[in-house]
């Protein structure tokens, strides 16, 4: 038994000590990047640690959207649904956050506004990833085309609201934004980590990384949500409904996306902006990838990925490196993960050789 | 006559196996090599290094007394090697012509000269009596026919040795006859023939020597005059085999099973079923036989719950389960066994665990409130891989890393331990080795002997004849002919399975 376990440890270990060789590997292609531009080449590495020590409440400003995210895309990925689509789902929670914090009168009690706010924010995400579900289950269309689409019917949307009935009544106002909410409706901040927006969204995070956690390894449905991803035709045989699931597990990637739309608008910018999400949906991917779509690891993929991006933009203030370096390491990291699921098959080196010495005859 | 392929010491080696110890067979011109033994004792590769797609790592390879040193599938053609693959090698959108000639076109200013190739191909058709359309396109063919392509591909491309791996497993005991008879015809033109199988009859009718392979070395080499179907599979097996599986009593008792005349269509909305009726009672194995294709897989997945059929009723037990879906009916007391054990039956990136509860994970005491005893669970599939032989250190180990033998015995351990009163058994032996068909072959009768109902669909008709209380014959989605045990023979059912005849009217009435 005692080797059982150590063989278990062992091998979760080498599965963790692959993904930082990943991130240290692409950090390497960055560095090597910057020094071959002319910039500082360690202008990354630096950004990167300052976020994990002085800056910390930047990284966990930007950590919580991007747990979240990578939460919202491990559900979905488990059960091998590839969902692209919570920016959409983003958009649309952040829409109605906002719809209801604006008739939400200034007397209420501000805990029960917040959760109202958030519980309407989660249906409307859930509502939203329920178009491409159900188009999925009952027309057989193609998840990845159809929320990929959809994220820019939401996109637009917004921009709607906030050009038009959600529009500011201020009179100077040269932005496409909402006018700001009250304040018994904001989400609240961490205090000691003020000035920055670092806020309890964070703790939200953590909460929903157990609860997924739980629900994954401990329960009947996190069981059908691994047998539908490992062999849907199986999950038929054996009485589950694959459909089912699939509609289950997109309504809860839907609601954590409303979640994160929520925190964006009642806790970082108090106003529903038009351009508020630099692509947290996507970046998502990236955490729960890095995370092998396991939720504990998306914990720790998502404050490495806030660093990235809490460093990258310090590093444009101080530096004259431009910030889009960090999408550069996040596009490196994902490629060599995209890579790791293709090499093995096209990679058959003793076929290989046998083809190129028969050229060479 | 002359030695057309030698193969001296062969050893292979992959990380962790021996594929190949020290292996030596040789082949005569004009002479027909029967290479028999248990899945993955070895064959296969044997031949894929004599065929080129891999070498070996020590020992020689002689072609006509001269050493050679396939590097490619290309050059073992050149070398005037051909292989009929398990798994045709065609290209399904391309016509009987164009596949024959693929890979070696014979041109005329720089155009196919089709003339050429026509007349080449017309004359071998005739040589060796294999007719067939060279203008139809390959998925429109029947597997035998397009075995035949594959024939007339290899002699097209003047192979002088031919390799055929388990060209039998798919072909109707009429068509097998046939392939023989071609097989007769090369050898009598002096071509060397290398025949791979699992079934010792065909060894022993074709056949001039006998090689027996197990884990890798080989156990027997000896002529076939010398050989009998015991001796050969105490060898492939390395220990005495049971091949006569003892069974009780017949008798049925009350009906557990009743298909009522059912229509249904297939994947592609074309019907598969035209009306069946079937009955199994406790204490019977009934025995459908056809050739894949004929309806079989949506019988079951019409009677399994898992497709709806469009007319019709299924009942179990007494009770219309017509609309109940997949998991009530296994409540009820069904166990299914599929055909596709890695398509269907398994998910081998999960654990064996996670394989083996799928009856139970949401079932009281295992699962309260919808949170998992994962202790109860573990204790369940650890005595499970006990009971039925499972051979792993322990459940939480991928299913992938389980042999085929042992998968199917956690398919079965996971349909027996819910203790059904009705058995569908699916090809219930495909690609599993002797020594394991013999084990669920004793699984299966016991199942039937214990008072329940086993309705056994299987393409190899040895197997239907040797269990099957009750034959029933499916041809194009209806079932022709029902035969009482012991009333048939393989010849007359290869009749019925062609289609070629079918029992009037009665057939569908008990």
């Known amino acids: 038994m005692k080797n059982k376990n150590d063989s278990k440890i062992m091998s979760a270990a080498r599965v963790v000590g692959k993904q930082i060789s990943l991130i240290v590997l692409a950090l390497l292609f960055a560095t090597v990047f910057l020094a071959v531009s002319g910039y500082e080449p360690f202008a990354i590495l630096n950004g990167i ?32 649904v590839f969902n692209l689509g919570v920016d959409g789902q983003i958009y649309m929670g952040a829409a109605a956050a906002t719809a209801v914090a604006v008739i939400m009168p200034e007397s209420m009690n501000h805990g029960v506004s917040v959760v109202v706010i958030f519980l309407t924010a989660m249906a409307a995400g859930a509502a ?12 057989g269309t193609d998840v990845i085309v159809s929320t990929l689409l959809l994220n820019f019917v939401a996109e637009l949307f917004i921009e709607y609201l906030v050009t038009g009935p959600l529009k500011s009544p201020e009179e100077n106002m040269n932005m496409n934004a909402s006018k700001v909410l009250n304040e018994n409706t904001w989400l609240p901040r961490i205090s000691f980590l003020e000035p920055s927006s670092a806020n309890i969204g964070i703790y939200i995070a953590i909460v929903l990384m157990l609860f997924l956690t739980f629900v994954f390894f401990r329960t009947a449905f996190g069981h059908e949500i691994r047998i539908v991803g490992a062999n849907p035709v199986l999950a038929r045989y054996a009485g589950i409904k694959p459909k089912k699931t699939i509609l289950q597990v997109m309504g809860l990637s839907g609601a954590i996306g409303g979640i994160v739309g929520a925190i964006e608008v009642t806790a970082v910018q108090h106003r529903l902006l038009a351009a508020f999400n630099p692509d947290f949906g996507f970046d998502g991917i990236v955490v729960s990838l890095l995370a092998n779509n396991n939720p504990i690891g998306v914990l720790f993929s998502g404050i490495f990925f806030g660093a990235l991006k809490n460093g990258g933009i310090n590093m444009e203030r101080i530096t004259d490196v431009p910030s889009a370096i960090t999408d550069i390491v996040t596009a490196i990291i994902f490629i060599i993960i995209s890579a790791k699921f293709i090499l093995p098959k096209i990679r058959n080196p003793k076929m290989k050789k046998v083809r190129s010495s028969e050229g060479g005859k | 006559m002359a030695v057309a392929v030698e193969m001296l010491n062969i050893s292979k080696f992959y990380p962790g196996v021996i594929a190949n110890d020290n292996v030596s067979l040789s082949v005569n011109e004009g002479e027909i090599l029967g290479l028999i033994g248990e899945n993955g004792a070895g064959k296969s590769t044997m031949m894929n290094m004599l065929y080129g797609m891999t070498q070996p ?9 001269k050493e050679v040193h396939i590097q490619s599938p290309n050059m073992a053609i050149k070398l005037g090697i051909g292989m009929v693959h398990q798994h045709f090698m065609l290209m399904p959108n391309l016509s009987v012509l164009q596949n024959i000639i693929l890979g070696n076109t014979p041109t005329k200013h720089g155009l196919i000269d089709v003339k050429q190739a026509k007349n080449k191909i017309e004359e ?13 396109k390959i998925y429109q063919l029947s597997v035998g026919e397009k075995q035949r392509v594959e024939i007339i591909k290899a002699l097209y491309r003047e192979a002088k040795v031919l390799i055929l791996d388990e060209p039998t497993a798919v072909l109707t005991p009429q068509e097998t006859d046939k392939l023989l008879d071609v097989l007769r015809e090369l050898k009598k033109r002096g071509c060397a023939i290398i025949f791979i199988t699992h079934k010792l009859r065909e060894v022993m009718a074709i056949t001039d020597e006998i090689v027996v392979m197990r884990k890798g070395v ?5 002529s076939t005059s010398e050989a009998n179907t015991g001796g050969l599979s105490d060898m492939i ?23 009522e005349n059912i229509h249904a269509l297939n994947q592609r909305g074309l019907p598969a079923l035209n009306g069946v009726n079937l009955k199994v009672a406790r204490g019977e194995i009934v025995g459908i036989a056809g050739v894949e294709g004929n309806g079989q897989a949506e019988l079951i997945e019409v009677i399994s719950g ?8 299924v009942i179990l037990k007494g009770e219309d389960v017509t609309n109940k879906d997949v998991r009530q009916r296994r409540e009820d007391g069904l166990s299914h066994i599929p055909e596709d054990r890695l398509g269907m039956g398994t998910a ?16 009281r005491p295992y699962c309260k409130n919808g949170i998992l005893d994962n202790k109860k669970l573990h204790q369940l599939s650890e005595e499970l891989c006990k009971d039925f032989g499972v051979k792993t250190p322990d459940s939480t180990y991928k299913l992938g890393t389980l042999s085929g033998g042992n998968m199917q015995k956690v398919v079965f351990a996971r349909e027996m331990d819910a203790n059904p009163d009705f058995l569908i058994a699916a090809q219930p032996t495909r690609g599993v080795d002797i020594g394991a068909i013999e084990s669920i072959h004793h699984k299966i009768m016991e199942v039937r002997d214990s008072n329940r109902g086993v309705l056994l669909v299987s393409a190899e008709l040895d197997e239907i004849l040797s269990l099957s209380d009750r034959i029933l014959v499916m041809y194009e989605g209806e079932i022709v002919a029902e035969f009482k045990r012991g009333e048939a023979d393989e010849r007359t059912m290869g009749t019925y399975m062609t289609g070629a005849k079918r029992q009037g009217g009665e057939n569908n009435e008990e």
């Open chain 2, 237 to 259: 097996v390395g220990r005495k085999v049971d091949l006569e599986i003892p069974r009780g009593e017949y008798q049925p008792g009350e009906t557990v099973l009743n298909v």
């Open chain 2, 348 to 363: 081998v990136n999960c654990s064996i665990r996670d394989n083996l509860i799928l009856n139970r994970y949401y079932q």
């Open chain 2, 124 to 136: 071998i058709m005739e040589t060796y009596d294999l007719p067939i359309s060279l203008d139809e």
């Open chain 2, 57 to 65: 790592d020590e020992g020689v390879i002689k072609l006509f007394g």
């Open chain 2, 306 to 313: 898992m497709l709806r059929p469009t007319e019709g009723k």
């Open chain 2, 218 to 222: 080989v156990t027997g080499s000896l």
């Open chain 1, 128 to 139: 939203f990833a329920m178009i491409p579900a159900l188009m999925k289950v009952y027309l």
């Open chain 1, 49 to 80: 640690t300052e976020s994990l020590t002085v800056d910390i409440a930047g990284t966990i400003r930007w950590a919580t959207p991007l747990i979240l995210s990578g939460l919202a895309i491990c559900v979905t990925y488990k059960a091998e």
